[in-house]
């Protein structure tokens, strides 16, 4: 592995001979990536932003200007951890200024000297790894300042839980719950709309709910019994207790942690139909700390063991809290209960001190903006490109047109395939209002996609939607199946999505072939006798007073093609019948191959069926190649038969049995007397020893 990784440099100018010139100048001590307008700079950096230690950025290019590269940059935070110095022939003072205001760090003119040009690049990303080496300081500094008080904080609130007989998760839950219930109301509720930081602080503030205990005789806090309504008003009194210690510290009285605090202590009795103690508060007049950790604590209080009664099961607990068996509580907060039930259950099993410091850890490093060392490890850096290789090799192997949307700046970057399949390039600027884009969709379909995504929540960002698209010319509907993307703020923001674009067409195309492999003859195309079978009995059953007629045909001496030609032949044979069989007849006529060399054709008819049956019976028989093609057919009228299919099937066969056995080449219309004629003769059917038989019963091929 390389120990001393090169800092990676993005170069980005339209003139190629500026950035050759720039390369050549700093290509042996860093890794250079190049991009030749704004639009090739901002794809670039939202594909490696964490591996960049420097821009060197043009003003005046194409597509996108330098200025929109910075305000892309700042829209995205992406100024906060990259250095930008511009690169320009422009010296006005209003490009200078604005340049600044924009966040550059640092300005070089054209023509390049290159003894300026490194030393600024060298003093400018030295610069900023100090400032993130100080930052991430600061960071483990107050990560451990506040690890410090936190751990105070518990272990002055487990001497109180030690006092009331009871283990130190009590207060460990209560933290919990009241985080969880806390993050689930500010997403539900607009007058709830607590920052990260109140909810850090009223979350580590309910530690310090039963403070007041401290001053409560033991014999009362572990009785295992009942308490007395004198014994009750005791203990009621470690609220007031609790909260008058908060009020007399002599420092630190305006510290929100204090002030949420003596709140949590003082009113977590209260209840929201003003039955609650000690100063019998109504609804809102409770502050929101103080409802949170008061249901925080009822919950914590049923699903533990006590001195005085056993743990509830998660369930029982949370249905009589929802049946009011515990007091009442801010029907929000109910409801915030009920939804985050299973996260509640699972957040007290897995919940640690570990979990809990890197939560909080993480809400530093949200607020300082990522204050990391400037260099990942090279395995970080690795993964991270051995992902990217992935994406990039599945998103060109599975042919499909996806996408990634970011809403600020607003851009859409397209697979590679999928750019050449759309005609678009990989990398589109405000799509929403792109030329190339409206041409391929009607802005109506294009604004219907946005509002969805929009309409989505973290929870269910999903989205599924159809729309017509418009290539070369002719116009394919396509399944767009894209997954919204929001941010880790509270409340969350909507900030993209990524998804894909699926050929409707094509997929059911590729349905519809599947279908017709499942009811289809393989070999002659025509429907399989299952499939014909289910098409002729709804046929029937949607027109049941029309008349109909089933013809079953076979190949006489069918035998002999194979056994002279060869099976390949043979095949052949029956294709050909088939397609001459498709020719005959008409489009709502039904055709199939029964199997080996026999067919069915059913029809619908008015008046005299017998020109029909003849037009199909002489259109079938012929020569294929050498090789004599005549039929024996039999068939079978719903008026003879019945409609049962299985009947009308039977007596058609029981026809063309009757021709078999007269000498075949013929057709004859099914009557009863066939039922008899069969009762007497050979059931060889279809052999030569029945033609033999047979031979001096040839009659005309008409009825």
């Known amino acids: 592995m390389e120990q001393n990784r090169k800092e990676k440099i993005l170069i980005v100018d339209d003139s190629e001979l500026n950035r050759a010139i720039l390369a050549d100048m700093l290509g042996e001590e860093y890794d250079i990536v190049e991009a030749e307008n704004g639009l090739e700079a901002v794809a670039a950096l939202q594909k490696m932003e964490p591996e960049l230690s420097l821009v060197l950025l043009d003003i005046v290019m194409p597509e996108m200007d330098g200025f929109g590269v910075l305000a892309a940059m700042n829209q995205n935070h992406w100024i906060d951890d990259i250095p930008v110095i511009m690169i320009s022939a422009e010296s006005g ?19 390049f000297d290159a003894l300026i040009v490194h030393h600024r690049v060298v003093n400018t990303i030295l610069l900023y790894a100090k400032q993130k080496k100080l930052a991430g300081m600061v960071a483990d500094q107050i990560y451990e300042k506040e690890r410090q008080s936190n751990l105070m904080i518990d272990i002055l609130s487990h001497i109180v839980e030690f006092r ?26 607009e007058r709830y709309r607590l920052t990260p930081r109140e909810i850090a602080v009223i979350t580590t503030a309910s530690a310090l709910h039963d403070i007041g205990k401290i001053s409560i005789d033991e014999n009362i806090l572990n009785k295992p019994g009942r308490l007395t309504e004198d014994e009750f008003a005791v203990m009621k009194t470690h609220t007031t207790v ?54 925080a604590d009822v919950y914590d209080a049923l699903t533990s063991r006590r001195v005085y009664k056993p743990a509830l099961p998660h369930e029982e607990a949370i249905q009589m809290i929802l049946d009011g068996k515990c007091g009442v509580f801010n029907p929000l907060l109910l409801e915030v209960l009920q939804e985050n039930a299973e996260m509640i259950r699972f957040g007290l099993n897995a919940d640690s001190q570990t979990q809990r410091e890197q939560r909080e850890m993480q809400n530093i490093v949200q607020e300082l903006r990522r204050h990391e060392e400037l260099a990942a490890s090279e395995r970080t850096l690795q993964l991270l490109e051995h992902e990217r290789m992935k994406y990039s090799f599945f998103a060109a192997m599975s ?13 859409v970057t397209i697979s590679a395939w999928g750019a050449e399949k759309l005609g678009l390039p ?26 969805a995504l929009h309409s989505t929540c973290p929870d269910q960002p999903v989205v599924t939607y159809d729309c017509p698209l418009n290539l070369c010319g002719e ?19 909507y900030t993209g999505a990524i998804g894909k674009a699926i050929d409707i067409h094509d997929s059911r195309m590729q349905l519809r072939a599947l279908e017709q492999l499942a009811s289809h003859d393989a070999l002659t195309g025509l429907l399989n006798h299952a499939s014909a079978k289910k098409r002729i009995l709804e046929r029937i059953e949607s027109r049941p007073s029309a008349s109909y007629a089933l013809a079953i045909f076979d190949l006489d001496h069918f035998k002999s093609a194979n056994d002279t030609y ?27 191959r029964v199997g080996g060399d026999e067919f069915l054709v059913f029809l619908e008819y008015k008046g005299d069926l017998d020109p029909m049956v003849s037009r199909i019976f002489e259109s079938l028989c012929g020569r294929y190649e050498d090789f004599p093609i005549s039929l024996s057919m039999g068939v079978a009228q719903t008026a003879a038969a019945g409609c049962d299919y299985d009947t009308l099937f039977h007596a058609a066969d029981q026809a063309l049995y009757t021709v078999k056995r007269g000498g075949r080449g013929q057709y004859l219309f099914y009557d009863d007397s066939m039922k008899q004629m069969l009762s007497v003769i050979s059931p060889i059917d279809g052999s030569e020893e029945a033609d033999a038989a047979s031979a001096d019963q040839k009659g005309d091929n008409r009825t």
């Open 399 to 411: 042919q499909e047109i996806q996408f990634e949307y970011t809403a600020s700046p607003a851009m």
């Open 475 to 493: 116009q394919r509907w396509y399944r767009i199946i894209s997954r919204a993307t929001w941010s880790v703020d509270e409340p969350a923001r």
């Open 426 to 451: 990989e990398t589109i600027m405000d799509p929403l209002h792109s030329e190339a884009v409206l041409a391929l969709a009607d802005p109506e379909w294009i604004q219907g996609l946005s509002t």
């Open 566 to 592: 060869g099976h390949s032949f043979g095949d052949h044979v029956l294709i050909h019948v088939a397609e001459k069989l498709r020719q005959s007849i008409r489009g709502g006529d039904i055709a199939a």
């Open 93 to 111: 003072s209003s490009h200078i200024e604005r340049a600044y205001e924009l966040g550059v760090t640092d300005f070089i003119t054209r023509p």
């Open 242 to 295: 609790g909260a008058n210690m908060l009020e007399n510290l002599p420092i630190h009285q305006s510290d929100p942690l204090v002030d949420a605090a003596y709140q949590i202590c003082r009113w977590h009795h209260e209840r929201y139909d003003g039955r609650g103690y000690p100063d019998g508060l109504k609804g809102d007049d409770i502050p929101i700390s103080a409802q949170v950790v008061a249901l």
């Open 164 to 189: 009331n007989g009871e283990s130190g998760l009590h207060v460990l839950h209560v933290r919990t719950l009241t985080e969880l219930l806390l993050r689930g109301l500010a997403q539900k509720a």
